[in-house]
């Protein structure tokens, strides 16, 4: 198993998170780092403040060397397609191939109908999202892309240069859908993001993930399994520990620790030391 950590950046501001993230990418029990993809806060006081996830990761891997990055997820419908592939190659390029390009239909109404971007009926976000997928695909992979679909048409369309990794950053695909989400990532993903929940829950919707790779042909252990575990206010290191070992019995390869606001850089390397201790990172290896 590999752990990871998350700062949303929301309620907090750019000089809180960057100590998150220059400590953290010096300390090699964390694998990378990322933020979401919202314009107002969730879960909490819409009002508040909340920075735009793309470029405060592309500011955050200026602001990194090894730490990979990634925004769980991006929000389909907010940004068409062709646009969200030249994102993504040219922040591969930035960060000289760390990037993890995380994707998902979207689903908060209230920005969405605040800023007039249809968010649509949820057969029409999967719909959307699935069209979506291959053209970010095809973008990212081949030297030109025609598409004629009912959301996106496209015609002789480049996406140059394309970053480092080949054939293109790793897909992440959050959700746990069974009719549409997990069939859409056994075809697309190269990481399938659990949002959260009991061991119980991820096996079941594992199961359920590699029962559609068996329907296309495909070898599940292509795809990667992460999983939020969440970080309390309380700072029980312990806890999380022992939250991700559970969800590793189950076959988690990758902890994504949701780190509390205030962000404070001092909880890196406790955390990072009770992972060492655990045992977890290393009999996973």
Known sequence: MQFAFKTSPQNTTWDAMLPIWQTADDIDVFESGWTFDHFYPIFSDSTGPCLEGWITLTALAQATARLRVGVLVTGIHYRHPAVLANMAAALDVISHGRLELGIGAGWNEEESGAYGIELGTVKERFDRFEEACEVLTSLLTKESTTFDGTYYQLKDARNEPKGPQQPHPPICIGGSGEKRTLPITAKYADHWNFVGGT???????????????????????????????????????????????????????????????????????????????SGLQTAAS
């Open 199 to 277: 061991p119980e829950e991820f096996a079941h919707k594992r199961d359920v993930l590699h029962a559609r790779c068996a329907d296309i042909g495909r070898d599940p252990k292509e795809i990667r399994l992460s999983a939020h575990v969440r970080l309390g206010e309380d700072r029980d290191y312990a806890k999380v520990v022992a939250e991700a070992g559970a969800l590793g019995t189950e076959g988690l390869d990758l902890a994504i620790i949701y780190l509390p606001p205030p962000y404070d850089p001092a909880v890196l390397e406790p955390l990072a030391e009770a992972i060492r201790d």
